[in-house]
T-cell receptor, first 112, second 114 residues
Framework: DSGVTQTPKHLITATGQRVTLRCSPR?????VYWYQQSLDQGLQFLIQ???????AKGNILERFSAQQFPDLHSELNLSSLELGDSALYFC???????????FGQGTRLTVV | ELKVEQNPLFLSMQEGKNYTIYCNYS?????LYWYRQDPGKSLESLFV?????AVKQEGRLMASLDTKARLSTLHITAAVHDLSATYFC??????????????FGSGTQLTVLP
């Protein structure tokens, strides 16, 4: 167990809908990362937050947004969902902006 | 743009045999990580390599880093079925004036056959 908690584990929703994925980092970690893993794209970095502020942005669609709250948990919001958004979404955390990342169990999103 | 290439992408090997997975990357970095992923599961950190010439071993797995060649290897010794999984390398860079980039390779799907 990495200490990073993601909820829910599974999510099935219809196209056009909006969902929120939640991540609690390891105790003491200030940095949170979101990754999308799909069969065709592999592991894609979406976005990074450090102590509440956005620090880096990767291949994140405009329909997606994220934030990190004062208690350091993070949420990834996915809206206007499309079939192609079906994937495993991972959250990871590290102690600093620059350090080993520990991954949560992931949220499997299925868009039907 | 940082590119990280792993090969092979798929590897079937017999129990008891040795093999090496390669990870090449395109930009100077002295931080590289190896992760293991079982199907549908999370990524488990295996090794953290932080300098040129770093070598780490855990059980039947040994990882090394050559920053001059921009190459890391994951060597499997006397493979057993429990090692069947997908292995990822990830390269970490912090460009001046920019944000951190942790970029993953495509992964190597290892199947160890009895």
């Amino acid at each position: 167990d990495s200490g990073v908690t993601q909820t829910p584990k599974h999510l099935i929703t219809a196209t056009g809908q909006r969902v929120t994925l939640r991540c609690s980092p390891r105790s003491g970690d200030l940095s949170v990362y979101w990754y999308q893993q799909s069969l065709d794209q592999g592991l894609q970095f979406l976005i990074q937050y450090y102590n509440g502020e956005e620090r880096a942005k990767g291949n994140i669609l405009e329909r997606f947004s994220a934030q990190q709250f004062p208690d350091l948990h993070s949420e990834l919001n996915l809206s206007s969902l499309e079939l192609g958004d079906s994937a495993l979404y991972f959250c990871a955390s590290s102690t600093s902006v620059w350090g080993e990342a520990f991954f949560g169990q992931g949220t499997r999103l299925t868009v039907v | 743009e940082l590119k990280v290439e792993q090969n092979p992408l798929f590897l079937s090997m017999q129990e008891g045999k040795n093999y090496t997975i390669y990870c090449n990357y395109s930009t100077t970095s002295d931080r590289l990580y190896w992760y293991r992923q079982d199907p549908g599961k999370s990524l488990e950190s295996l090794f953290v390599l932080l300098s040129n010439g770093a070598v780490k071993q855990e059980g039947r797995l040994m990882a090394s880093l050559d920053t001059k060649a921009r190459l890391s290897t994951l060597h499997i010794t006397a493979a057993v079925h429990d090692l069947s999984a997908t292995y990822f390398c990830a390269v970490d860079i912090l460009p001046l004036g920019s944000a951190r980039q942790l970029t993953f390779g495509s992964g190597t799907q290892l199947t160890v056959l009895p």
